[in-house]
Every structure is written in structure tokens, then in C-alpha cells.
């Protein structure tokens, strides 16, 4: 019913840029909160960033002022421009959309295939 499709990710040098996009199509009656999250080897999904409906962000300490994440609601869109890469940034990032289908249903969290980031000299 709902799909969330990103692109952008790929190789890219320590202190490089690349910008993360996830469109979100399908069954969409709203869609909430965006987010962004990453999965090093071996560890737990994290949050990198979130942005609600309304444009209220938040972020991990470690990519503050580093990445921005932002939303095209016409587009069903979230994006995560990643400034001054480094080695630690290197995962599999996935979106995440809590998204209502139905009227008289509650919002479900969506998420992403994944798209791996790898920072490498």
C-alpha cells in the first residue's frame, strides 16, 4: 500500500557531500514525522534525523551542523543534504515515514530498502 523509495546514496571522500532523497507514494492520506536513521555493521538502527509535518527538526549531536534534513509535502518527500562527511558517517541510512492510509485508521511507521553511504579515501 505505501512505499518508501530512496536514492543518493554512494561513495564519496572524508569531508565530501551527498544529499539522501525519499519519495513516498501509494495509499497517503497524511504523512507525520520524516526521518532519517542509519545502521553501522553489527549495531541497532539509529536515529540521525527527524522532521515533523510542520517542519520541527531534531538530530543526533554527532551530525548537527553537518547534515540537514527537510521535506517537500507536495512531493511526499524527505531529503538529508550530508555536508563535511566523515569516516564514522559510512552505514546503510534508512527513511522512515509515519503515515496515515485511512481515515478511521491510526498512522503506521514505514520504512525504506535502505541506501548504503560508504566515505572512503
Known amino acids: 500500500q505505501v512505499q518508501l523509495v530512496e536514492s543518493g546514496g554512494g561513495l564519496v571522500q572524508p569531508g565530501g557531500s551527498l544529499r539522501l532523497s525519499c519519495a513516498a507514494s501509494?495509499?497517503?492520506?497524511?504523512?507525520?514525522?520524516m526521518g532519517w536513521y542509519l545502521q553501522p555493521p553489527g549495531k541497532q538502527r539509529e536515529l540521525v534525523a527527524r522532521?515533523?509535518?510542520?517542519?520541527?527538526?531534531n538530530y543526533e549531536d554527532s551530525v548537527k551542523g553537518r547534515f540537514t534534513i527537510s521535506r517537500d509535502n507536495a512531493k511526499n518527500t524527505v531529503y538529508l543534504q550530508m555536508n563535511s562527511l566523515k569516516l564514522e558517517d559510512m552505514a546503510v541510512y534508512y527513511c522512515?515515514?509515519?503515515?496515515?492510509?485511512?481515515?478511521?485508521?491510526?498512522?503506521?511507521?514505514?520504512w525504506g530498502q535502505g541506501t548504503q553511504v560508504t566515505v572512503s579515501s
Open positions: 501509494g495509499r497517503i492520506l497524511s504523512i507525520y514525522a
Open positions: 522532521i515533523t509535518s510542520d517542519g520541527q527538526t
Open positions: 522512515n515515514a509515519d503515515i496515515k492510509t485511512y481515515y478511521w485508521a491510526t498512522s503506521n511507521d514505514y
